[in-house]
């Protein structure tokens, strides 16, 4: 079976964007993914979007705005983890033989779409009585300091940190760093999260050429990294009440795509992991086996996560600065991670990068753990 | 066309989930496998545990112990904020996620005894209350 990589990346400036649409977005990044990758457009054989509010047919828009109609295109919805997957079903493709050379695209104009906090669908009877997502990560994060004695402060420089990130992507929605003093007066969500342990409302969108061993050979393409494993899982039905301070569908996620990269946790260099809130990124890297458990808070204070740190989190800012237009995320993480393999992240460029992971995680489902989950391993 | 007179009934706001009865407590419903005990909320069509389909439907205890909770201060415009939300552990081995009333949002505190209270949940389309569920601190051990 085919190894599978990716030649070619694009994203959009993430942040509010007014004047534009989802198709728009997409179409942009797809450009500019082709474009990097070098490839003549017509030897793309397929495509997958991954989008979660954008209504109907929004991938058949993109390839429609760029000349491409006419190819083999799902559309693609699993939350948060949607652009994720929309990776995963490229490179499911391109193994199983159909094809040899497929985009991913992710992309979300989310400023249209809704204002507040995100809820569940509201068929799921936690939306009914009252289910929001900054208030379940709200209630994760407080027994998570009741377990392990984590301070207000060690959680907010988990946004600091990822600001500060930000602060040196041009792309980031966010370009400013904040202090843990900004982050404990913002605005109160959902105790004892504030606005800025939330990620924003962002527009945005990115791509990514994928191709086959032999279409890799054909094109010699040098800049090429090798995606070494996508992995995606949907949460177990809970039996018994479970720990909500450990994320048991993130270690399956992560367990599956450490086997098929035949890597282990200590052999990543950096990661993008889904920090939508402040404690989603301390509950990710545990689970992922990257931090012992309970021991990331004290890690971010040492500053073991910074880029230029031991094990550098969201060297792109992460949802928390860069932002999180949904459908686009899992794709951008995976445009970030293949800028830091080839050496071309600039001011944020982590020395020495040879594997990176990315991880996303999203959805709400009544009594399972988590919606969808994916983990990809890039090495270079 | 006429609006045929009601029954006095109280309606569940989520009647597969949540039962109201006539003498005006509820009760939640879920599911347990005859084949291996194992509990489900809300109502399963299959077990996970051992995938059987010989479910039956179940009404759950109305106390529990409060697992971990927030105060939500920005919400959909169907809840007005602020509010207590929580997840409150069954004796069964279920996790309920509900709102918590009936005490001050400073002296809600994770382990904490609660019971089941039907409260009104919104309306009908016809504009009848409907009655839905939040948790309150234990009569007696709260500040009631």
């Known amino acids: 079976m085919t190894t599978v990589h990716l030649i070619g990346v694009g994203m959009t400036r993430f942040g509010k964007h007014p004047d534009r649409d989802a198709a728009d977005l997409g179409a942009e990044a797809l450009l500019e993914a082709i474009a990097d990758s070098g490839i003549d457009p017509r030897a793309i054989e397929g495509a997958y979007c991954g989008h979660v509010f954008q209504g109907m047919v929004t991938g058949q828009r993109i390839l429609a705005q760029v000349g491409m109609a006419g190819l083999p295109l799902s559309n693609v919805e699993n939350a948060c983890s949607s652009g994720a997957t929309a990776i995963r079903e490229a490179s499911l493709a391109i193994r199983a033989g159909e094809h040899d050379v497929v985009a991913a695209i992710g992309t979300e104009h989310l400023t249209t779409r809704f204002t507040g906090a995100l809820t569940p669908d509201p068929s799921d009877p936690e939306a009914a009585v009252g289910a929001t997502m900054p208030a379940v990560y709200a209630m994760r994060a407080r027994r998570y300091m009741e377990e392990f004695g984590m301070t207000r402060e060690q959680l907010a420089l988990v946004a600091v940190k990822n600001r500060r990130h930000a602060a040196a992507n041009p792309l980031a929605h966010f370009r400013k760093e904040i202090t843990v003093e900004e982050v404990l007066e913002s605005r109160p969500i959902a105790d004892p999260l504030n606005v800025f342990d939330c990620s924003p409302v962002t527009d945005g969108a990115a791509a990514a050429i994928l191709v086959s061993d032999r279409m890799l050979k054909r094109l010699g393409n040098g800049r090429a990294v090798r995606l070494a494993a996508s992995s995606l899982f949907t949460g177990s039905v809970d039996t018994e009440p479970t720990s909500m301070t450990f994320e048991p569908l993130t270690r399956k996620t992560a367990e599956a795509a450490y086997e098929r990269a035949g890597i282990g946790p200590e052999d990543v260099g950096f990661a993008e992991v889904h920090d939508c809130f402040t404690i989603a990124e301390v509950l990710r890297v545990e689970g992922l086996g990257l931090f012992g458990q309970g021991e990331y808070p004290a890690a971010v204070e040492r500053g073991e996560a910074d880029i230029g740190g031991r094990l550098p989190i969201n060297p792109s800012g992460g949802l928390l600065g860069k932002g999180h237009p949904l459908g686009g995320t899992g794709v951008a993480q995976v445009v970030e991670l293949v800028r830091q393999l080839r050496g071309e992240a600039g001011e944020r460029q982590i020395e020495g990068a040879r594997v990176g992971l990315a991880h996303c995680r999203g959805g709400k489902a009544v009594g399972i753990e988590g919606a969808a989950c994916t983990v990809q391993v890039l090495v270079r | ?144």
């Open chain 2, 1 to 144: 066309m006429t609006v045929t007179d009601q029954t006095s009934a109280p309606i569940s706001f989520r009647p597969r989930e949540f039962e109201v009865l006539a003498d005006g407590t509820g009760r939640l419903l879920g599911s347990r496998c005859r084949g291996c005990g194992a509990p489900f909320f809300p109502v399963r069509a299959a077990c996970s545990g051992c995938l059987g389909t010989d479910l039956e439907t179940i009404r759950f205890s109305t106390t529990g112990t409060l697992y971990t909770f927030s105060v939500v201060r920005q919400s959909t415009p169907a809840f007005p904020v602020p509010y207590v939300l929580g997840y409150v552990d069954l004796p069964e081995g279920i996790r309920i996620m509900s709102q918590i009333s009936g005490c001050e949002p400073d002296d809600v505190k994770i382990g904490m005894d609660l019971e089941l209270a039907v409260e009104e949940f919104g309306t009908s389309p016809e504009g009848a209350p409907l009655l839905g569920y939040r948790f309150r601190p234990m009569a007696g051990r709260g500040d009631r």
